[in-house]
């Protein structure tokens, strides 16, 4: 008897202390209670599974070349979401196309909620992360090869070629899997970190207008 009770404490803590399951947004504050309040699966409504069709599993948002010279990085990168791809929703899982122009880079950054495989496609790619420790693991990427970025962790995407572009499609663990870059996160922010901490954090002199000419390179 008094070992089933041991068991059964042992499952029922078990039970108690498991994690959370991975959340999909950044934050979900409660709203005030309300009669006419809606229920919300995931972040999206679900539709009426008898009008569900095919279409809603398919989608051509990746066949299309993403425009590189938009941003200073020559990239573009384009996602699979529920609007383009409504079928999408709670499957947890994105698929994103990345164009590289000639030298073009996705900046060091980390994806909150997500793990990454990147498979190279076309041209030469230099890809890598780096873990809590402080290793960086790196690689050049050939098409057709793999390359894992851990949750959580930054990491970054670089085409070595300087004239040729190159061609990458990524899939990643979660429906939002949250992006932060690194660069952009403590330099240009829309609030923005105090100089004094950045000056600080950085060993910058900023005399010259460091922080500004930076923030202004990233677009801020």
Partial sequence: MLINLILAFILLMGRRVSSDPDPLQDYCVSPPLSPHQHIFLNGNLCKDPTKVTVYDFTTSALSKPG????NPFMTNV???????????????????????????????????????????????????FVDTSGRVFTQELHPGETFMFPKGLIHFLYNIDTVSSALAVSGLTSQNPGTQFVSMVSLDSKLQIPQDVLK?????????????????????
Avoid at 67 to 70: F, I, S
Wanted: charge should be neutral.
């Fill in 78 to 128: 384009t996602l699979t979401t529920t609007t383009n791809l409504p079928g999408l929703n709670t499957m947890g899982l994105t698929m994103g196309r990345l164009d590289f122009g000639a030298s073009g880079v996705v900046p060091p950054h980390v994806h909150a909620r997500a793990s990454e495989v990147t498979v190279c496609l076309d041209g030469v790619l230099l890809v890598g």
């Fill in 200 to 220: 600080r954090l950085y060993h910058i002199n900023d005399q010259e207008g460091y922080v500004a000419s930076i923030r202004k390179n990233l677009g801020g």
């Fill in 67 to 70: 425009n590189t010279g938009a």
